[in-house]
């Protein structure tokens, strides 16, 4: 008994001794202190060996775990990378910040010049700029409801219409003194086409229609807005939803595709984004625009903060106070690029369809695409897209603890009993 339980102590000594521990000898267990005859020796070294094996399979084994677990955690990336992504990174909060053009200005040289412009900004140039947009604005809309009342219909009102809208958009321009540059193609209507564009303000639909006057798919919005936009934008063809009624939405789809068959009077202008981004990023197209069965055609629309910012937090500011803020800068600088219509390729979906307009506007306008669908903004996740989110996960934990040899059998049951 004595002589059996020398050895065990023997093999825990040796076992924390360190790394050479299973190359150990009858000579080494000597050099231990510990007096054995050669058969008790080797017997003794035997018996240390096999509880060395066992101890390193252990060890082995443990590592294999560690390592399977990391696996695991890396096989299951795409889950990780967007709650990674979400967290390190914020996309998209980032997508709805508002520039922030800080105070460069604000030395002892400049301070100055910059006080005499906010004098002449607020006090000179808004006065001028607001009596001018309301004076032209009344005009122009009061010819508007003219030729819609008298003018026969025809294409002699078709483009009297054009012309007025046209021109409303002009004097709305030109009340921020806004620079548009355009590069390519400037849109002609025709049936059959839809023309999409990425989304930072409801001024948007301006800067395009004094190009060329769009028809556009648009929020319904309380307020003198939405007055403009039953008694005056409704005349030309717009279509409005509301975004939080699902019932709304299917209309509004129906309305479209009818709109697009018909030789509409006004080209349509869609927002897939279906809500404004900061013009630094580009949220999720939605599918509907490219669902029509008709030429897509993509503007990308890229503003110059040198000014201002044109984008439009419409939960932290009201569009009048964003009008405000324009019309008090210096000026409103943007490019506008006219893409090459797109068409549905053969076997493509209408979201991979989506996906590639996105990226051609997004290369265009200098945007970072991001995976968010914008409205996000205004629902959170539902209970059942949080729970298809876990089973995602946990199925992808399970399978692969199932797939590892290595990993422990009473482990992965373990595991199954608690996911
Ligand atoms: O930025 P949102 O979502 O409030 O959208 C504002 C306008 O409705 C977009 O046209």
Redesign the pocket.
């Known amino acids: 008994m004595g002589k059996e339980s020398k050895p065990r102590k023997a093999s825990m000594m040796i076992m924390r001794t360190g790394s050479n521990r299973l190359n150990m000898s009858s000579d080494d267990l000597g050099g231990l202190g510990l007096d054995f005859n050669n058969t008790s020796q080797n017997k003794v070294a035997d018996e240390i060996d096999e509880t060395l094996r066992k101890e390193e399979k252990i060890r082995v084994s443990g590592n294999a775990c560690a390592h399977g677990l990391l696996r695991d955690v890396l096989d299951i990336s795409s889950t990780l990378e967007e709650g990674a992504a979400a967290i390190v990174d914020d996309s998209f909060t980032r997508c709805f910040n508002k520039a922030s053009l800080g105070n460069w200005n604000f030395n002892a040289y400049l301070l100055p010049f910059w006080v005499l412009g906010v004098l002449l900004r607020y006090f000179v140039l808004f006065p001028l700029r607001l009596a001018w947009l309301l004076a032209s604005f009344v005009v122009l809309n009061i010819l508007f409801a003219l030729s819609r009342l008298i003018m026969p219909k025809g294409a002699l009102k078709l483009r009297v219409e054009r012309k007025l809208v046209q021109l409303i958009a002009v004097c709305w321009v030109a009340s921020w003194s806004a620079v548009i540059i355009c590069h390519g193609p400037k849109p002609t209507p025709s049936k059959g086409r839809v023309w999409v564009s990425n989304?930072t303000?409801?001024i948007?639909?301006i800067v395009l229609s004094q190009v060329t006057p769009f028809a556009a798919v648009?929020?319904k919005?309380p307020g003198w807005l939405g007055l403009v936009q039953t008694f005056i934008m409704d005349g030309f063809g717009c279509i409005y939803f509301n975004?939080k009624s699902a019932k709304d939405r299917d209309k509004v789809a129906r309305t479209i595709k009818e709109y697009v068959k018909n030789d509409g009077s006004f080209p349509l202008l869609i927002?897939p984004e279906?809500?404004?981004v900061n013009n630094q990023y580009s949220t999720m197209f939605k599918k509907g625009a490219f669902d029509l069965d008709c030429a897509v055609c993509p503007i990308a629309v890229k503003y110059n903060k040198i000014f201002v910012d044109a984008f439009?937090?419409?939960?932290q500011q009201s569009f009048t106070m964003h009008l405000f803020e324009l019309m008090t800068s210096w000026a409103v600088v943007a490019d506008v690029y006219f893409l090459e219509p797109q068409y549905r390729r053969e076997g493509e979906t209408s979201i991979e369809f989506a996906s590639r307009v996105q990226a051609m506007i997004a290369r265009k306008a200098r945007l970072k695409v991001v995976p968010w669908n914008?409205m996000l903004?205004?629902f959170k996740p539902s209970p059942k897209l949080c729970e298809q989110k876990r089973e995602i996960f946990g199925s992808a934990i399970k399978k692969r603890l199932k797939e590892d040899k290595d990993f422990p059998r009473e482990a992965v049951e373990t595991r199954e009993g608690k996911t």
């Open positions: 989304h303000s409801m948007d639909w648009m929020q919005h975004r927002f279906g809500t404004c439009w937090s419409s939960r914008g903004k205004y």
